[in-house]
């Protein structure tokens, strides 16, 4: 639970590690057959393919935006036909425990690189500036939305809420 009453980067920081910390939470106990499973028909989305993904929008976000690094895709290309990053499609070597290993990385470099940077800060983003305080926003979001789909694939694989 983020802290009720805090300075605001320690709220943001909070709700970001909050968020990260439920989609672990939402594949303990289940196999690479069942976090591979799309369950949300005809959403072909799984809790491995998401894990994926927010490796490669934790990598872009914090790494490619924020830190301007020459950090390659993780699966593939970096964005989809859709515009989003990529990282949904699994391959026949997707394993979570790489995906895992992959994601946290980020997440570590994510902390590394925001660190040392106050929440104004800029860096050049599609002709303009974004901050680190909107980047944060921003993933909170991301990673929201991910949960809630996490929480449907989850609870239609084998009936378990609130996890």
């Known amino acids: 639970m983020p ?5 605001e980067r320690t709220t943001l920081e909070a709700w970001l590690d909050f968020y990260r910390a439920t989609l672990a939470m939402k594949c303990e106990g289940m196999d690479d057959v069942e976090l591979s499973t799309a369950s949300v028909e005809p959403s072909p989305l799984t809790l491995l393919g998401l894990v994926q993904h927010m490796a490669e929008v934790e990598r872009n976000w914090f790494r490619r935006v924020l830190a301007g690094e020459d950090a390659p895709p993780i699966y593939g ?3 989809r036909a859709s515009g989003h990053d990529g990282g949904f499609d699994l391959s026949e070597q997707s394993t979570f425990a790489a995906a ?8 570590t470099q994510a902390r590394a690189n925001c660190a040392t940077r106050d929440l104004t800060d800029t ?3 599609k002709g303009g500036e974004v901050s680190l305080r909107w980047i944060y926003l921003h993933m909170i ?5 991910h949960c809630g789909q996490a929480d449907l694939i989850r609870e239609r694989i084998d009936g378990a809420t609130g996890v």
Do not use: K, M
């Open 3 to 7: 802290p009720l009453n805090a300075d």
């Open 141 to 145: 979001g991301e990673y929201a939305r």
């Open 100 to 107: 895992q290993a992959n994601w946290r990385n980020e997440i």
């Open 123 to 125: 860096s050049e983003f």
């Open 77 to 79: 290309s970096t964005v």
